[in-house]
């Protein structure tokens, strides 16, 4: 019996150092893959696609080093954590500078036509990107998203009261801003900036020298982060390998049927979106055959790219000479859309994460919790659109706001209990 369990330690240990050895060989793949030149799209996609088919591989072998304390275990933990934290690490810079900047861009917009003008696009589109966020909670509550996972060594759970949606947004105040990015609550910051932004605006109209060298900084900062940004979101294929490994391991073939599962109500959601978009054509009396007719070549773009900035110039061009719109119009609009709102990335696929998440937590969905995620959704889409892996920072945003929100509301209930 001795010698029979070494002989199977040694074999595990065997198994453990190929499996192992297997991962890091992925890994360095996809490195020559980048430096090869080939598309972040396909490295991206081909990463979770390797990395659903090599944790079933190491699922139905059932292998030792499954083991949370295994090389194998620990070396895709690590490598998955290293991505998320560098996620999270972006949030605060490039939300305070994103907005702030967003704000005193529109410095050189300050006719009353144009303001007037400036006011009802960016109302518009946040109102879209909340009530899409809105309609991507709901579906997600309707599919049920997240039933039966598990969050893979998480030990999290969640208290189930209800909080209410006035508790809640007093919860998202600045009273401290300092404390406000400690602990992570992005949408105190969200107001903070915005406030910082509205002053600087206003410091502009009156002095434009003494105003100048702070625009400046802010301009020259929110492009150091946005250069932050690229640098992180192209670990993407290496954290979505590993992350896609673990969850795989640990859930097996659950994890590739909720995936699945999981495109096909954001597709619903996203079909019900567009449904929105085509009622507002109507009610402006807008035909919206004619008018897809008319702008079919920038959402084909749009589609294919899954870019903002890379499809604007082909969005002015269609609503300057097709949509015959005016030309302040059609070269204002574009360039705010880019930079705010974003009914899907930052309204769509946010809103369904938080939802399968606290679903996950077993955190009940109520009606009061799907408006304070459009709320989030809204507010924090002012500060992540326009950045490359929009999503990822914006479900991040939604996520780290509900959480800090809830513990805030709960720290509050014991004391005033006490």
Same mark, same amino acid.
């Given at each position: 019996?001795?010698?029979?369990?070494?002989?199977?330690?040694?074999?595990?240990?065997?198994?453990?150092?190929?499996?192992?050895?297997?991962?890091?060989?992925?890994?360095?793949?996809?490195?020559?893959?980048?430096?090869?030149?080939?598309?972040?799209?396909?490295?991206?996609?081909?990463?979770?696609?390797?990395?659903?088919?090599?944790?079933?591989?190491?699922?139905?072998?059932?292998?030792?080093?499954?083991?949370?304390?295994?090389?194998?275990?620990?070396?895709?933990?690590?490598?998955?954590?290293?991505?998320?934290?560098?996620?999270?690490?972006?949030?605060?810079?490039?939300?305070?500078?994103?907005?702030?900047?967003?704000?005193?861009?529109?410095?050189?917009?300050?006719?009353?036509?144009?303001?007037?003008?400036?006011?009802? /696009?960016?109302?518009?589109?946040?109102?879209?990107?909340? /009530?899409?966020?809105?309609?991507?909670?709901?579906?997600?509550?309707?599919?049920?998203?997240?039933?039966?996972?598990?969050?893979?060594?998480?030990?999290?759970?969640?208290?189930?009261?209800?909080?209410?949606?006035?508790?809640?947004?007093?919860?998202?105040?600045?009273?401290?801003?300092?404390?406000?990015?400690?602990?992570?609550?992005?949408?105190?910051?969200?107001?903070?900036?915005?406030?910082?932004?509205?002053?600087?605006?206003?410091?502009?109209?009156?002095?434009?020298?003494?105003?100048?060298?702070?625009?400046?900084?802010?301009?020259?900062?929110?492009?150091?982060?946005?250069?932050?940004?690229?640098? /992180?979101?192209?670990?993407?294929?290496?954290?979505?390998?590993?992350?896609?490994?673990?969850?795989?391991?640990?859930?097996?073939?659950?994890?590739?049927?909720?995936?699945?599962?999981? /495109?096909?109500?954001?597709?619903?959601?996203?079909?019900?979106?567009?449904?929105?978009?085509?009622?507002?054509?109507?009610?402006?009396?807008?035909?919206?055959?004619?008018?897809?007719?008319?702008?079919?070549?920038?959402?084909?773009?749009?589609?294919?790219?899954?870019?903002?900035?890379?499809?604007?110039?082909?969005?002015?061009?269609?609503?300057?000479?097709?949509?015959?719109?005016?030309?302040?119009?059609?070269?204002?609009?574009?360039?705010?859309?880019?930079?705010?709102?974003?009914?899907?990335?930052?309204?769509?696929?946010?809103?369904?994460?938080?939802?399968?998440?606290?679903?996950?937590?077993?955190?009940?969905?109520?009606?009061?919790?799907?408006?304070?995620?459009?709320?989030?959704?809204?507010?924090?889409?002012?500060?992540?659109?326009?950045?490359?892996?929009?999503?990822?920072?914006?479900?991040?945003?939604?996520?780290?706001?509900?959480?800090?929100?809830?513990?805030?509301?709960?720290?509050?209930?014991?004391?005033?209990?006490?």
């Amino acid at each position: 019996d001795f010698c029979l369990s070494r002989g199977l330690g040694d074999v595990y240990k065997r198994q453990g150092y190929i499996s192992l050895g297997f991962f890091l060989l992925i890994l360095s793949g996809l490195v020559l893959m980048q430096s090869k030149g080939v598309s972040f799209n396909k490295r991206a996609v081909l990463s979770l696609i390797v990395g659903i088919v090599f944790g079933l591989i190491i699922k139905s072998f059932s292998l030792d080093c499954t083991n949370k304390d295994s090389g194998l275990m620990q070396t895709v933990s690590f490598t998955g954590s290293v991505y998320i934290d560098l996620l999270k690490m972006l949030i605060i810079p490039l939300v305070l500078t994103a907005i702030i900047n967003a704000i005193v861009n529109l410095r050189n917009h300050d006719s009353s036509s144009v303001s007037v003008i400036a006011t009802k /696009i960016i109302v518009l589109l946040l109102a879209t990107t909340g /009530i899409a966020a809105v309609i991507g909670a709901l579906v997600a509550n309707l599919f049920h998203l997240g039933s039966g996972l598990e969050l893979p060594g998480s030990g999290m759970s969640v208290n189930s009261a209800n909080h209410g949606v006035a508790s809640t947004i007093l919860g998202m105040l600045p009273s401290n801003p300092v404390a406000a990015m400690a602990s992570n609550n992005v949408i105190a910051l969200v107001v903070f900036a915005a406030f910082i932004g509205v002053a600087a605006l206003k410091l502009h109209n009156e002095n434009k020298e003494l105003a100048e060298p702070f625009i400046g900084f802010i301009h020259s900062a929110f492009l150091v982060v946005k250069k932050l940004a690229n640098m /992180i979101i192209a670990l993407t294929p290496y954290g979505v390998f590993a992350l896609m490994t673990e969850m795989t391991i640990s859930q097996g073939f659950d994890t590739l049927y909720q995936m699945l599962y999981f /495109i096909g109500a954001m597709y619903f959601a996203m079909a019900i979106v567009i449904g929105m978009h085509i009622c507002l054509l109507l009610m402006v009396g807008v035909n919206p055959i004619t008018y897809f007719k008319n702008v079919y070549k920038a959402l084909l773009v749009a589609f294919t790219t899954r870019s903002s900035f890379g499809t604007m110039p082909v969005t002015m061009d269609v609503l300057s000479n097709n949509m015959k719109l005016n030309p302040g119009v059609a070269n204002f609009a574009p360039g705010v859309g880019a930079t705010i709102g974003m009914n899907a990335c930052a309204g769509i696929y946010p809103a369904m994460l938080v939802v399968m998440t606290m679903t996950i937590l077993h955190q009940p969905i109520t009606w009061e919790t799907v408006l304070i995620i459009g709320l989030i959704n809204m507010m924090a889409s002012l500060g992540v659109s326009g950045i490359p892996g929009t999503a990822f920072v914006a479900a991040g945003v939604a996520l780290s706001t509900l959480a800090v929100s809830y513990t805030h509301l709960r720290a509050h209930e014991t004391g005033r209990n006490l």
